[in-house]
């Protein structure tokens, strides 16, 4: 139900699981409420909104974003949405989430988008949280430009989410590198130029063979490798310590 005026209540039509998702399973995430449904990406009906909510409307198809965001707070302004005063990652954490029937969507104004008509469900909810983390923390933190050779460690869903967000700013060279053959056939699928299993060849030597000894100009790391920690990271050549590739 609606609690406060900014508020929409959402059918939830179509949802997914994230490995943030898992970990809150697993205990590492310990200030989650015993009970808690947990879920923050999704695709819905709007049922009933708050009477402040002025972009959405009963019977509009929305994405829910897996980030709160009110617009007014200074995280908001300056654009660091995830910092917002009372919101941020909160659907599935602090207050019951997505998977489920319904959920209540705070701030639904700056919190939800209307679907254009024709997309289905499966096609827009990679945009609540998946597209955005390998898009956003690798691509654009790695600053990936025209003629690069792009190194993505990791091709699962937020690896091949990084690689068709870098093959958006024409590099030279997208390289994917992972210890499964099926992932690495679809990396080729989203655009990955070179894969490279590493537990039978040597990804370090290929990327410098293939940079005349230079290394990639950017790295993603795609692999959670350790609980709680963020499921991207991006290393760009001058702006941070290198990796080894």
């Known amino acids: 139900m609606v609690r406060d005026d900014t508020d929409a209540v959402v059918r939830v039509d179509t949802t997914t699981i994230c490995g943030t998702d898992v970990h809150i399973l697993k205990g590492d995430t310990p200030e989650v409420a015993t009970g808690r449904i947990l879920g923050h990406e999704a695709v819905g009906t709007v049922e009933q909104v708050g009477s402040g909510v002025k972009t959405v409307a009963p019977g509009d198809r929305v994405l829910v974003l897996c980030i709160s965001a009110c617009g007014r707070c200074r995280s908001c302004r300056e654009g660091r949405f995830g910092q917002c005063i009372g919101g941020g990652w909160i659907l599935g954490y602090m207050i019951d989430g997505t998977q489920a029937e319904r959920v209540r969507v705070p701030f639904a104004d700056t919190s939800t988008y209307r679907i254009p008509e024709g997309v289905s469900d499966e096609e827009i909810l990679m945009l609540a949280d998946i597209l955005p983390t390998g898009y956003d923390v690798g691509v654009l933190n790695g600053k990936v430009g025209t003629g690069d050779t792009v190194v993505v460690v990791g091709t699962g869903p937020v690896g ?16 994917a590198v992972d210890l499964a053959g099926a992932r690495l056939e679809a990396a080729k699928g989203f655009g990955a130029d070179l894969t490279v299993n590493n537990g039978r060849e040597d990804a ?40 080894d590739y």
């Open 160 to 175: 091949l989410s990084a690689i068709t967000g870098a093959r958006m700013c024409s590099p030279a060279h997208v390289v």
């Open 204 to 243: 370090v030597a290929l990327v410098k063979g293939l940079t005349d000894g230079l290394g990639a100009d950017v790295a993603i790391e795609a692999v959670d490798r350790n609980p709680g920690s963020g499921r991207a990271a991006a290393y760009h050549r001058g702006a941070v310590e290198f990796s």
